[in-house]
């Protein structure tokens, strides 16, 4: 099997002058999409990468729409807490299978028939689930949400660097991260807003006219930008990517849940993925050496992806822990309403929303450090702050807390995602897209098992020695922002070490 390299010489990567006849027996380049001077793209890019955005946040939103719903989901249909935690799990499950194989969707096919493929999915599984009788269809059409929310997010990042010169990427980035942190964030806002004077279906109803409008103006405008390669798919690869990255993502969710009393110990599937792992790792280092990997590892030769992805992987630690843990402190502690636990999150979900443009332009500027250093260190005395709440502590707090670690991160997301891919060569866009989804989604489903199991122990410990219910899960959420607290020191470490990428100080090349 062949396959398409980069440019390896200077020659290769110059445009054609304009009077230039192509040599004969060769085949003309494709026309040129040019930028400005100030890196200003063209209207046709700016409309794809729009849909793209739009599309991305619309079905990044529906992550972590269900969390507030299950206690209403547990009375109307008969269910237990742990089954109804199913809906969050196995969408993260089929996230975690379907991610590492966009590195190849997105080689192999077009931007257009991607797009159209993954917007249907989701459009369709909303409509399962918005239909749903019961239980078990609602679960099936999670599932169809996920793989094409699965697609979407590496699609738009691939997309994005592809379209956009390096002196430009930190703009658009700024509105990708709105994407990747708001989103999930503002999630449990607005499912508690509609539950609160409507059916749990209309979760689904309101979502479904947004994603067939977006379906319907990509099925019209969206263009073809990329230059997809004949490739093969190699089956074993996809086998132990669902055996590593799923066994991973729900060992972590049964660790979270782990005091629901699940018939499956979270050790055995965490076992499995694993071993899965290293067998996929083994398998992809033979096969990138002709190119015919399932998710190219050669991504990880750069430090700066590295090191960024690390540091990416802690703050999504951090990101989704503090969503899971907030409402529960804010409702069961505090005793205040869903509602109210959904609102207090929507301040900080504004100001990641209304930093993103601004924290990117800064990264044009002036470079990732400048933006990072003070992120981690703002998010990381959070963090320690928190480890002081107890059962009296006032609301206004928590939602200052909130806000200042929203900030935190909206300045760290940015640079560590333009970072992180600005670092990749160029034929390798779609596997570090790839390799960035796969690690949110772990990410998350460690934080959000970290953070429940440690605070699990420590409040059951507690309310063994008979402290007061409130006090005891006070008690389990300061212990849970601590053990946060120590593994940020990480991410604040890291940021000090993550540097611009050496293609941000040349020309951009034309893109065919």
């Known amino acids: 099997m062949t396959s398409q390299s980069p440019p390896s010489r200077v020659s290769d990567a110059l445009p054609t002058p304009p009077d230039t006849p192509p040599a004969a027996g060769t085949p003309a380049p494709a026309p040129s999409r040019s930028t400005g001077v100030d890196g200003a793209l063209p209207a046709r890019d700016k409309l794809v990468i729009t849909l793209l955005l739009i599309s991305a946040f619309v079905v990044i939103l529906n992550e972590t729409i269900m969390g507030v719903a299950i206690p209403r989901l547990v009375e109307d249909l008969g269910i237990t807490v742990g089954a109804g935690q199913w809906l969050s799990t196995a969408f993260m499950l089929t996230m975690a299978v379907v991610i590492p194989v966009t590195g190849f969707l997105l080689q192999r096919y077009n931007t257009r028939p ?3 493929a993954a917007m249907g999915l989701f459009s369709l599984g909303t409509l399962i689930a918005a239909m749903a009788p019961g239980f078990g269809v609602l679960v099936v059409g999670r599932v169809v949400q996920a793989t094409g929310t699965a697609i979407m997010m590496p699609l738009l990042m691939t997309t994005v660097m592809t379209l956009v010169p390096p002196m430009s990427r930190g703009k658009i980035m700024g509105n ?31 979502v479904l006219p947004i994603s067939l409008a977006a379906l319907a103006v990509g099925s019209a405008k969206m263009q073809n930008v990329t230059d997809p390669r004949r490739s093969a798919i190699d089956v074993p690869s996809v086998v132990l990517s669902a055996v590593a990255f799923g066994g991973a993502i729900y ?25 899965g792992l290293a067998a996929f790792i083994s398998r992809q280092l033979v096969l990138q050496r002709r190119d015919a990997a399932l998710l190219d590892l050669r991504v990880f030769a750069s430090r700066n992806f590295t090191v960024s992805i690390v540091a990416i992987a802690i703050s999504m630690m951090a990101l989704f822990g503090t969503i899971i843990l ?37 990264y044009d500027r002036r470079g990732p450090r400048v933006l990072l250093v003070p992120g981690a260190l703002l998010v990381s005395g959070v963090f320690w702050s928190m480890t002081r709440v107890t059962e009296t502590t006032p609301v206004w707090l928590v939602l200052v807390a909130h806000v200042l670690l929203s900030v935190g991160l909206a300045l760290m997301f940015t640079p560590l995602l333009t970072s992180a891919l600005g670092s990749v060569k160029p034929h390798l866009y779609s596997h570090g897209s790839a390799v960035f989804g796969t690690a949110q989604q772990l990410a998350g489903a460690a934080g959000t098992a970290l953070f429940i199991s440690v605070m699990t122990i420590r409040s059951t410990s507690l309310a063994g020695t008979g402290v007061a219910a409130e006090a005891a899960l006070a008690g389990g959420i300061r212990a849970a922002f601590l053990y946060g607290a120590i593994i940020f020191l990480l991410a604040v470490v890291a940021s000090f070490f993550v540097r611009a990428p050496e293609e941000n100080g040349s020309a951009p090349v034309p893109v065919h």
């Open 114 to 116: 991607v797009f159209m």
């Open 176 to 206: 990708i991260s709105i994407v990747i942190s708001v989103a999930p964030a503002l999630g449990p806002t607005i499912s508690g807003a509609i539950l609160s004077v409507l059916d749990w279906r209309w979760m689904f109803w309101l």
């Open 251 to 275: 060992g972590l969710s049964q660790l979270g849940e782990a005091s629901t009393g699940s018939a499956v110990p979270a050790w055995l599937p965490l076992v499995a993925g694993v071993v």
């Open 326 to 362: 907030i409402p529960i402190y804010v409702q069961t502690v505090l005793g205040m309403d869903p509602l109210v636990s959904g609102l207090l999150l929507l301040p900080g979900g504004l100001a990641m929303g209304l930093l993103g443009p601004v924290v990117g332009r800064i």
